[in-house]
């Protein structure tokens, strides 16, 4: 069995999905396949569901912004209700030097065309009632952000991409990918081979092993974070709270109540815990729930309702690997997205549609010049 496509894209997740979905509706022949049983089932389904533009650097911030706009009006552009909520981010600080930080970066977000502002505290105890307010000197505020939720996205995504003639092949990995005379020719599954000019590498945390399949060093390793979820309870926030203070164990955490009324919650491993192991520990919720009720003491009564563990597709630098691939024609790649990829995925697919089908615009090369594969890595993103 075989059969011919335009462009074969190798994962069902926070940024295969909304790939398929603009490629498809660019008239672009496209197939999709995933080991899972259905759309989302690897970390996408792990996500918290925020959605920022509030990067430090400009190719993320004009990615996040396309995806945000998208997000804002996917109901209205597909009927499909994703409980999106624009509720803002909020970067609190608690000492002087994650102040200026945050107040020198506000500026340079500002150049990028990020709606953001520094907040005193005054405003910030308005947008997060009952917060802690000793030490607090102020924040940022990003009111143009948002969440929803990865799992409606999921399965609207999946949808909506085949009605445009997109085609989902679950169960079935790519196995191996045919490069002839440095052109990619197809893949090959467990079950059939599949002919394709084109393939995109959006495997997630498996990236690197889809890579090897065409002899590739792709620089993304898995790094494990853990994530909970409360009761619902009325309403009494809008904002996603980002506290970057570091403290044993961690470097930062987050929360934010969804359009539930649910309180979700992560935090980010200091050291790193690298690797693919996802089972949830018993080290986490004693640690965040200390943070978390510091910071917000009427968080303490909250019921929490389950945890979990998803894995970071890491890069050297923090930055995503978008276009193509040193050294073959017709594979890119849309991966190690650094667990932003739910976010960046409308606005990464929607430049991918743009790239394949030669619609790309001058900001579209700006974020592949920035973000291109073979780049020289440096530093890290200063909001990570």
Same mark, same amino acid.
């Given at each position: 069995?075989?059969?011919?496509?335009?462009?074969?894209?190798?994962?069902?997740?926070?940024?295969?999905?909304? =790939?398929?979905?603009?490629?498809?509706?660019?008239?672009?022949?496209?197939?999709?396949?995933?080991?899972?049983?259905s759309p989302g089932r690897g970390q996408n389904r792990a996500a918290i569901g925020g959605i920022r533009a509030t990067h430090s650097d400009r190719a993320k911030i004009a990615l996040c912004?396309?995806?945000?706009?998208?997000?804002?009006?996917?109901?209205?552009?597909?009927?499909?209700?994703?409980?999106w909520r624009r509720g803002g981010y909020t970067f609190v600080a608690y000492s002087e030097p994650i102040e200026t930080m945050l107040r020198t970066l506000v500026e340079k977000q500002k150049?990028?065309?990020?709606?953001?502002?520094?907040?005193?505290?005054?405003?910030?105890?308005?947008?997060?009632?009952?917060?802690?307010?000793?030490?607090?000197?102020?924040?940022?505020?990003?009111?143009?952000?948002?969440?929803?939720?990865?799992?409606?996205?999921?399965?609207?995504?999946?949808?909506?991409?085949?009605?445009?003639?997109?085609?989902?092949?679950?169960?079935?990995?790519?196995?191996?990918?045919?490069?002839?005379?440095?052109? *990619?020719?197809?893949?090959?599954?467990?079950?059939?081979?599949?002919?394709?000019?084109?393939? *995109?590498?959006?495997?997630?945390? =498996?990236?690197?092993?889809?890579?090897?399949?065409?002899?590739?060093? !792709?620089?993304?390793?898995?790094?494990?974070?853990?994530?909970?979820?409360?009761?619902?309870?009325?309403?009494?926030?809008?904002?996603?709270? !980002?506290?970057?203070?570091?403290?044993?164990?961690?470097?930062?955490?987050?929360?934010?109540?969804?359009?539930?009324?649910? !309180?979700?919650?992560?935090?980010?491993?200091?050291?790193?815990?690298?690797?693919?192991?996802?089972?949830?520990?018993?080290?986490?919720?004693?640690?965040?729930?200390?943070?978390? *009720?510091?910071?917000?003491?009427?968080?303490?009564?909250?019921?929490?309702?389950?945890?979990?563990?998803?894995?970071?597709?890491?890069?050297?630098?923090?930055?995503?690997?978008?276009?193509?691939?040193?050294?073959?024609?017709?594979?890119?790649? =849309?991966?190690?997205?650094?667990?932003?990829?739910?976010?960046?995925?409308?606005?990464?697919?929607?430049?991918?549609?743009?790239?394949?089908?030669?619609?790309?615009?001058?900001?579209?090369?700006?974020?592949?010049?920035?973000?291109?594969?073979?780049?020289?890595?440096?530093?890290?993103?200063?909001?990570?």
């Amino acid at each position: 069995m075989s059969a011919a496509f335009d462009v074969i894209i190798a994962g069902a997740g926070s940024v295969g999905l909304p =790939a398929a979905f603009f490629l498809a509706e660019a008239g672009v022949k496209v197939a999709v396949f995933d080991p899972e049983a259905s759309p989302g089932r690897g970390q996408n389904r792990a996500a918290i569901g925020g959605i920022r533009a509030t990067h430090s650097d400009r190719a993320k911030i004009a990615l996040c912004r396309e995806s945000i706009d998208f997000f804002a009006s996917f109901k209205e552009r597909t009927g499909d209700d994703i409980g999106w909520r624009r509720g803002g981010y909020t970067f609190v600080a608690y000492s002087e030097p994650i102040e200026t930080m945050l107040r020198t970066l506000v500026e340079k977000q500002k150049t990028f065309g990020l709606v953001i502002d520094w907040v005193g505290p005054e405003k910030i105890v308005e947008l997060v009632p009952g917060v802690a307010t000793a030490g607090l000197l102020g924040g940022t505020f990003s009111p143009e952000d948002g969440s929803a939720s990865p799992l409606l996205c999921a399965t609207a995504f999946k949808r909506r991409a085949e009605e445009k003639g997109a085609r989902f092949f679950f169960r079935e990995p790519v196995t191996r990918i045919r490069v002839e005379g440095g052109k *990619v020719r197809g893949v090959d599954t467990p079950k059939a081979h599949y002919e394709a000019p084109v393939f *995109v590498n959006a495997a997630g945390a =498996a990236a690197r092993e889809i890579g090897a399949l065409a002899g590739l060093t !792709v620089p993304v390793e898995p790094d494990c974070h853990e994530a909970g979820i409360t009761e619902p309870v009325a309403r009494f926030m809008e904002p996603m709270v !980002v506290d970057i203070r570091p403290a044993p164990g961690s470097k930062n955490f987050y929360f934010y109540q969804n359009a539930e009324g649910q !309180v979700v919650f992560c935090i980010t491993p200091d050291p790193p815990i690298l690797g693919t192991d996802n089972r949830s520990t018993s080290v986490f919720l004693p640690m965040v729930a200390k943070r978390m *009720v510091a910071l917000l003491p009427r968080l303490a009564n909250l019921k929490i309702r389950r945890v979990w563990r998803g894995l970071y597709p890491m890069t050297p630098d923090g930055s995503p690997l978008l276009g193509r691939a040193a050294g073959i024609e017709g594979y890119y790649l =849309a991966a190690g997205m650094c667990g932003q990829g739910y976010m960046l995925g409308p606005g990464v697919g929607a430049l991918l549609s743009r790239l394949l089908t030669g619609r790309e615009t001058p900001a579209d090369r700006d974020a592949i010049a920035d973000l291109r594969p073979d780049r020289e890595f440096r530093g890290m993103e200063a909001l990570k």
